[in-house]
């Protein structure tokens, strides 16, 4: 069939794709531990789904207004403030069917042909391909483990020509889990505002920090980064909510009408009783979410020493998030039984078909030297998957 050219340059998320795999693999009976999955193993908590459940009885169960009901806006504004020290109205709120859609949504309302959007990599799978979806073309920044997975203000600057529109930005960051302190921000928002550049800020994973400082969103530095500022955030991972799908983004109010047009075109209002949980979520009890930050801690503080013990592996710390990412391109060029492994996809296929174990290759985020695994999966498969992935390694040889 002929399909739109737009399609023709866009590859499925790869983070879905091998956890599909993985599931795939699963059902045909063979043991697999998957590290694909970018989802908490929690389950969402209790008075959240009770809170749908009420709704549902309640008989919410029609359209609502396309960019959300006024109830959770007012619940998100509130969140906004108390976390993040920032001051929004409702007609600056759109609530939408995940932080992914919200993403789709700024990238349709802001994007076209001609412009630029910087992406520092490593970045998260699906950013380069909406900008692409819009038209318009991403320009990826490499920052290195060296400077702490961190775009610098200086290479940021050096990115940007008269067609940047804006810069994506994700902290803490999937795949590396790096998170940016006061200083980095203020240098970025600097730059931003002398060249006027937009920032998407993703702060998805925002309650899953591990620093002894909290997370500052760029946007409450001042009132012109702020105005520059489109602050993403969602209810996924902080409250283990990813099948709900609702999302949320605060920032100007034209850009949000465009972006509730958009919506209003395509999906409607995110699922109506999604909200009233999205409601109880952002105003109850957060008791659960230090708990699973504890747990998410212990796994990553094992995961990271077992990784560095391994021969040729290094392995960043992660600030926040639940992903590791290490660098295994040490074996590139080792072969298994005639073989040759040459790059990230070639070793997560090895790992799958030989060890048994489901990880993302780095390339998908833009850094072919190594491989993401989520932690968010249970310490005993974290255990037994990280003694595949050595005794895979171990199998390798020269040549
Ligand atoms: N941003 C980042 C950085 C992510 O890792 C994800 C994946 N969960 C999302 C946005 C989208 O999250 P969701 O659509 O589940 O809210
Ligand atoms: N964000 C998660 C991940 O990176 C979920 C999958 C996706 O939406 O791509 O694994």
Not at 249 to 259: C, D, P, Q, T, V
Not at 334 to 345: A, E, V
Request: with cysteine; glycine share 6%; hydrophobic share 40%.
């Amino acid at each position: 069939m002929k399909l739109a050219k737009r399609v023709s340059n866009v590859k499925p998320s790869a983070t879905l794709e091998i956890t599909a795999r993985a599931a795939a693999m699963r059902a045909e009976g063979i043991d697999v531990i998957g590290f694909g999955a970018g989802e908490p193993d929690f389950d969402t908590p209790e008075h959240i789904k009770k809170a749908a459940i009420e709704a549902l009885k309640k008989g919410y169960t029609k359209y609502t207004p396309v960019s959300g009901i006024t109830s959770l806006k007012d619940a998100i504004i509130a969140k906004l403030q108390r976390d993040n020290r920032l001051t929004y109205n409702r007609e600056e709120i759109i609530v939408s069917c995940g932080a992914k859609h919200v993403l789709y949504n700024i990238a349709q309302a802001m994007f076209e042909e001609g412009m630029e959007v910087i992406i520092p990599a490593p970045y998260w799978v699906s950013y380069p391909e909406m900008v692409t979806l819009a038209g318009a073309a991403p320009v990826s920044v490499d920052t290195t483990e060296e400077e702490g997975f961190l775009l610098s203000a200086d290479k940021f600057e050096k990115a940007i020509t008269r067609r940047t529109r804006a810069l994506i930005l994700n902290y803490p960051s999937n795949p590396t889990g790096a998170t940016y302190d006061l200083d980095t921000l203020e240098d970025i928002a600097k730059v931003a505002v002398k060249h006027n550049i937009y920032i998407i800020s993703d702060e998805v994973y925002e309650k899953i920090l591990y620093t002894d400082f909290h997370h500052i969103s760029i946007a409450s530095l001042d009132e012109k980064i702020k105005e520059l500022t489109i602050v993403v955030n969602g209810f996924s991972k902080a409250y283990s909510m990813t099948g709900w799908r609702l999302g949320y983004a605060a920032g100007n109010k034209e850009l949000i009408s465009a972006m509730s047009n958009i919506q209003s075109q395509s999906t409607s209002n995110p699922t109506s009783f999604a909200q009233y949980g999205g409601i109880d979520a952002l105003n109850g009890s957060q008791d659960e979410i230090p708990k699973m930050r504890d747990e998410f801690k212990m796994r990553r503080d094992y995961i990271v020493r077992r990784l560095n013990m391994m021969k040729g592996v290094s392995c960043f710390n992660p600030a926040g998030a639940f992903y590791v990412f290490p660098k295994i391109s040490s074996y590139y060029g080792k072969s298994f039984k005639g073989h040759q492994i040459k790059n990230s996809l070639d070793m997560t296929e090895y790992f799958l078909r030989e060890g048994r174990v489901a990880v993302v290759p780095g390339v998908t985020f833009g850094a072919d030297d190594y491989l993401r695994l989520s932690y968010a999966i249970s310490m005993k498969n974290i255990e037994e998957g990280l003694n595949r992935i050595e005794e895979s390694l171990d199998k390798l040889s020269n040549g």
